[in-house]
C-alpha cells in the first residue's frame, strides 16, 4: 500500500470515528487528526506568509532563473550542442539549487535575530548571492552570445569579484 492510500486510509477511520464513535473516541480521533495536520498547516502558513512579504525578491530570481534558461537554450542550439535531457535536468538542478540554498540562507537571517548592521549586511548579500545565481549565468550567456558587448566587459568584472569575496562594495556603483 503506498503511502497516499495510507494517509487516505488514516483520514477517513478518523473522520468516521468522530461521525460514529462515542465522545472519548470522537475526542482521540480529533486530536490525531489535529496532531498529524498541524504541522503541516504551520509550516505552510509561514511559507505563505514569508512569500508574500517577499514576493518582489521571488519573482526577480524566478524572472532571473527564466531569462538564464532562455539564454542558455538559445546559446545551445547556436553551438548545435543542445540536448533536451541535459536542458531539463539543468533546469530543475538550477530551481532545485535556489531555493535550497535560498531557503537555508533565509535560516541563517532568521537566526540573526537583532537588527543590526550585521543582519541587513546578511540578508543583502545572501539574498543577492541566490540571485546572482541565475542572474550571473545569465549575463555570461548574454556576454557570450552578444561576444562580450553585453553586459559591459566592466559588470562582469565586478560580478567576478563580487563572487569570489561577496564585497558588496565591489558591485557598488562610485558616485
Partial sequence: MNIIN??????????????K????????????????????????NKILHWSIANETYI????????????????????NRDFDLKKNITGLFTKIGLVVAMGFLFEGINEIVEEDSFVKSYLIITLRLTVFMYPAGSAFSNSSILTKGKFPP?????????????????????KE
Avoid at 22 to 37: H, N
Avoid at 70 to 76: D, F, K, R, S, V
Wanted: overall charge positive; hydrophobic content about 60%.
Fill in 59 to 78: 519573482w526577480f530570481v524566478l524572472i532571473a532563473i527564466v531569462v538564464d534558461h532562455i539564454l542558455g537554450t538559445i546559446l545551445h542550439l547556436i
Fill in 153 to 173: 566587459i566592466g559588470w562582469m568584472n565586478k560580478f567576478k569579484k563580487f563572487q569570489e569575496n561577496l564585497d558588496l562594495k565591489d558591485i557598488k556603483i
Fill in 6 to 19: 495510507l494517509i487516505y486510509k488514516f483520514i477517513l477511520i478518523h473522520l468516521i470515528l468522530i461521525h
Fill in 21 to 44: 464513535g462515542t465522545l472519548l473516541i470522537k475526542l482521540k480521533s480529533s486530536l490525531s487528526l489535529a496532531a498529524a495536520f498541524s504541522p503541516i498547516a504551520y509550516v505552510s
